[in-house]
Structures are given as C-alpha cells and as structure tokens.
T-cell receptor, first 110, second 112 residues
Framework: DGGITQSPKYLFRKEGQNVTLSCEQN?????MYWYRQDPGQGLRLIYY???????QKGDIAEGYSVSREKKESFPLTVTSAQKNPTAFYLC?????????FGPGTRLTVL | QKEVEQNSGPLSVPEGAIASLNCTYS??????FFWYRQYSGKSPELIMF??SNGDKEDGRFTAQLNKASQYVSLLIRDSQPSDSATYLC????????????WGAGTKLIIKP
C-alpha cells in the first residue's frame, strides 16, 4: 500500500526543546517537501529535497533543519531557535508534477 | 514575488447547485495548475490538475484554465454536503520547477 506516513500525529514541545518529526514514503519519489500550515492560512514551504543528500531552504527555514540520508525518509527537526513553532506540519512527495501529502503532525508548544 | 490569490470565503452553496471556485496567479509563465481539497484537521488531497487552456472534467469536477487572463477555476456540479472543505489552488511556475506556489484557500460550505 503506497503512501506517505508521518509520526507522531500529535507532538508537544516544551520551551527550549528540539523535536524531530518523521516523514517516510514508499512511492519511490525523488523529491520531498516540508510545509507549515497555520490556522486559516495556506501552506508555507520550510525545506525541500530533490534528491538524496541534497536539500534547499524554502521560504521559512529559520529555526528548522532537515536531513535526507535515504530516499524514503525526510525528517524535520524543529529547533529551540524557532520561536513560534505551534502549527500543523505537512510532509509531501512529488510524482511527475503533483504533490502528495502525508497525514500531518500537529505540534504544540507548552 | 510570485503570487496565487483565492477568495478566502466562506462560499455558501445550496446542496445540488454548482459551486464555482476561482484562483488567479501572477506568473505568466506558469505551467501546471492544481486543485486540492482539505477537510478540517486533515491534510490536502489532490482533486485535479490541468496544463492546457480550456476545460478538464473528472466526474462532478471541472477545472477551467485561462492563461491569457491568468485564472484557473474549479466547478463542482451537484454539490454535496461532503464537498464542504477548504479548496487550495497551487501553481507551478516556469522558473521554480520543483516548487508549487500556494493560494490560501477558499472555504466552501454546502448547505443541505
């Protein structure tokens, strides 16, 4: 069953903590993306990766980091430098042109 | 700054009527156009994509593209309460081949 999985579904972070969001895909897609969505707003691009061991900053990369060591995996770390991390985080992968999304992780800062 | 604009709504449509959602874009070189549906609390799911001027139909959904006027529309025929969601328009530009530019979405409410 091909698709994109994200974990955890809900995540709570204390002030000053780094947290890592998982994203895995078995669609054999080269390109993967991380977006942030705030209530009532559209998607904002954090990072994207076109191929293994390569990634580029999106529009709001400050306070975030990623790695792409395997084609299937594209984890996102939300660092303590991100001052307002409460949001819905979406991972996507790209087929020929269209992007497909995982179910998302909802991060809340306590 | 390349932009994609959508009316935030909410757009309220009676059940069984046609819902018309619009999206305008600023990059005249844009190549591909996508409509996604997002239910509250869920991730976006792809409904349709269109590349060429004109209409593309898929079941109750029709995407319409007018590159000269730089707009793309989504029509939903025989609207159902289950169509109530936020509809996101996304555009792939000429320069940024690997990125999509996203609109903020239109909230659609189908009234029984």
């Amino acid at each position: 069953d091909g698709g994109i999985t994200q974990s955890p579904k809900y995540l709570f972070r204390k002030e000053g903590q780094n947290v890592t969001l998982s994203c895995e895909q078995n669609l054999n897609h080269d390109a993967m993306y991380w977006y942030r969505q705030d209530p009532g707003q559209g998607l904002r691009l954090i990072y994207y990766s076109q191929i293994v061991n390569d990634f580029q900053k999106g529009d709001i990369a400050e306070g975030y980091s990623v790695s792409r060591e395997k084609k299937e995996s594209f984890p996102l770390t939300v660092t303590s430098a991100q001052k307002n991390p409460t949001a819905f985080y979406l991972c996507a992968s790209r087929g020929l042109d269209e992007q497909f999304f995982g179910p998302g992780t909802r991060l809340t800062v306590l | 700054q390349k932009e994609v604009e959508q009316n935030s709504g909410p757009l309220s449509v009676p059940e069984g009527a046609i819902a018309s959602l619009n999206c305008t874009y600023s990059d005249r070189g844009s190549q591909s156009f996508f409509w996604y549906r997002q239910y509250s609390g869920k991730s976006p799911e792809l409904i349709m994509f269109i590349y060429s001027n004109g209409d593309k139909e898929d079941g109750r959904f029709t995407a319409q593209l007018n590159k000269a006027s730089q707009y793309v529309s989504l029509l939903i025929r025989d609207s159902q309460p289950s169509d109530s969601a936020t509809y996101l328009c996304a555009v792939k530009g000429w320069v940024s081949n690997y990125q999509l530019i996203w609109g903020a979405g239109t909230k659609l409410i189908i009234k029984p």
